[in-house]
């Protein structure tokens, strides 16, 4: 059989563009990249000159789907360069709109990007002719997590509330009653989806020993802000030394840049790093979830992440009505703004994303201005570890259906669309005509 | 309000901040008052969440198509829900893809006529500017649009729409 080259030009179903060359020769892989450019150096650039308060409205423009994402980093990020300490309720509020910002772009994946590979069907529209009632329930939950953001962040797209210090207005407590309410009323229905996924086969031919890393939760339980950084090889890292962890490097191949552990092995963030290495913190009907997604506990298929993100969704619903509970339990105010002075220093910011672990480093000269900033993001510490599995995915494809190039290209545009990828903040499109 | 003119795409990915930046200049003229400005960044779906019972949305938009960069292509209510989700475009789930979920999971949609104005970008690589032909597209889709409001005149309701078509 001759020297042939697939070619997925783009992920048609995935944030953003990417795409996929894989050269074979015979039932061989001699060749897998993903084709796509690195932005987040350009937006690190960007910021630099920037005045420090300036650094949340670009940033959340990086991304529709993970601007709350990027803005929390980023104030984590000041308010440490800065020596700034936040109220507990400003604290909770931005654990909400993280809460919000991962239950809309979970939604998103789980239900429209993934799901239909995993039912047989093209497309979320057409999967609506067999489960209507879950497609509305999708849009329904993803709205929910747009509500959220509006609520606390003060808009739908683009937080504009959070400041470095606080927020400059509290919702009201009937506002968070009733997100409690609508994210309450949620649950049955979400349960009702692990019932359907869980029946579900999850495809083999992607699975192979993999390392995940994840942020270790501030606190005993499952959440989405770290205070350091866990290997499932046991390895734990205080947060500052996140450059040594892990590695950027650039490769011939892409624009991109990869990143490894010191040893060299690529690894995977996101929801199934999170869930192999703290899902044993889950509680509740998350922990149900866990437990009737993952009967012999996270394993090691990049396939089941979609299955790690509805578990998520279940903590994200749970946890948010918990978070609110404990917001309206604090005497109702207008604003929370803690006063800071502004002077020179450096700081770090990281937060599990909906994708991952981000990171957001700056460093601020006396008069409060950007003299240098680092941001690592979940899709860009995949990127390894994705083409390494389209390699496995793509041998194994080959060797099962020789010379089936389309079973090759749904399969490798499955383990792509697992990884869940948000090309709109690390990289960007690729026109590859190859 | 009777006309929601709504921004798509990311102003930091160079050309993809064709339809912003329409939006953008478009807010800063006097409007009428039945007309209202959002940007939806590249998130079509969250029109949900921005949607105040306009009865129509006019997207503004970069839209891939092949064509020569700065061409601009319009397409009318049945036009762009037609459109294959397959077609060429610069964002996630397309944008009939996103108009026809709406539809589907939120019968409020369903009476809304939908419009948009692409932009055909050259390039969408990481960056702030625009590059001349699409900044020049930018220029006379304002217009165009900006006549367009003034033809409906009173409360927005009268005036033909312009046929669909594209030009280079």
Request: proline letters at 5%.
């Amino acid at each position: 059989m001759s020297a042939r080259t697939v070619l997925i030009p783009h992920l048609g179903r995935v944030e953003g563009h990417g795409g996929i060359v894989v050269r074979v020769a015979g039932t061989t892989v001699t060749e897998v990249d993903m084709t796509i450019h690195e932005g987040s150096r350009y937006y690190e650039a960007l910021l630099v000159g920037k005045r420090y308060d300036e650094v949340q409205g670009i940033i959340s423009r990086v991304c529709a789907i993970c601007s709350a994402s990027h803005t929390v980093a980023a104030l984590m990020a000041l308010e440490d360069a800065l020596g700034i300490g936040v109220s507990a309720r400003v604290h909770d509020l931005r654990g909400l709109l993280v809460l919000g910002s991962t239950i809309e772009s979970h939604a998103l994946h789980v239900f429209a990007l993934a799901l239909p590979d995993f039912l047989g069907h093209d497309s979320v529209l057409s999967m609506a002719q067999e489960h209507r009632e879950l497609v509305t329930f999708a849009l329904q939950l993803k709205q929910l997590g747009n509500r959220i953001q509006e609520t606390v962040g003060g808009r739908a797209v683009h937080p504009i509330n959070t400041l470095v210090g606080g927020f400059g207005k509290i919702p009201s407590h009937a506002e968070l009653e009733t997100l409690g309410h609508e994210l309450r009323g949620a649950l049955d229905t979400l349960m009702g989806t692990v019932d359907l996924v869980a029946g579900l086969e999850v495809p083999g031919w992607a699975a192979q020993p993999t390392v995940f890393l994840a942020l270790e939760p501030y606190e005993e339980g499952f959440r989405f802000r770290g205070r350091g950084i866990r290997t499932s090889r046991g390895e734990q890292y205080p947060l500052e030394r996140y450059r040594e962890v892990i590695h950027e490097r650039a490769v011939a191949h892409s624009h991109a840049k990869h990143a490894t552990l010191p040893s060299g092995e690529s690894y995977m963030v996101g929801s199934l790093a999170r869930l192999v290495l703290f899902g044993d913190r889950l509680t509740g009907r998350a922990r149900e979830a866990m437990e009737r997604l993952f009967p012999d506990a996270p394993g090691e298929n990049i396939l089941a992440n979609t299955h790690a993100q509805l578990v998520e969704l279940v903590h994200c619903v749970e946890h948010g009505v918990e978070l609110i509970g404990r917001l309206t339990g604090m005497p109702e105010v207008r604003r929370d703004l803690v006063e800071y002075r502004v002077g020179a220093g450096r700081g770090i910011g990281a937060l599990e994303a909906p994708r991952g672990a981000l990171f957001h480093e700056y460093e601020l000269d006396e008069e409060g201005t950007i003299v240098a900033a680092n941001i690592i993001t979940p899709t860009a510490q995949n990127l390894a570890n994705t083409e390494r599995d389209l390699r496995t995915a793509a041998e194994r494809l080959l060797a099962d259906r020789p010379g089936d190039d389309e079973a090759l290209k749904l399969g490798l545009e499955m383990v792509a669309r697992a990884y869940d990828p948000c090309i709109s903040c690390s990289v960007h499109v690729i026109r590859d005509e190859r | 309000m009777r006309v929601l003119l709504a921004a798509v795409g990311n102003p930091l990915a160079g050309d993809d901040g064709a339809g912003p930046a329409v939006a953008a200049a478009l807010a800063r003229r006097a409007l009428p008052p039945w007309v209202r400005v959002v940007d939806l960044h590249t998130d079509v779906l969250a029109l949900s969440s921005v949607w105040r019972n306009e009865r129509e949305v006019w997207l503004l938009d970069a839209m891939a198509l092949g064509k020569p960069p700065g061409t601009v292509h319009r397409a009318g209510h049945e036009e762009l829900l037609a459109m294959s989700r397959e077609q060429g475009h610069v964002h996630a789930l397309s944008v009939p893809g996103c108009l026809a979920w709406l539809r589907l999971a939120e019968p409020r949609f369903e009476g809304v006529r939908f419009r948009a104005w692409g932009i055909e970008p050259a390039s969408v690589e990481p960056g702030e500017s625009l590059s001349p032909s699409v900044a020049a597209a930018v220029r006379r889709v304002v217009r165009e649009v900006a006549e367009e409001l003034l033809r409906r005149g009173g409360d927005g309701t009268n005036g033909t729409p312009s046929p669909d078509s594209s030009d280079p």
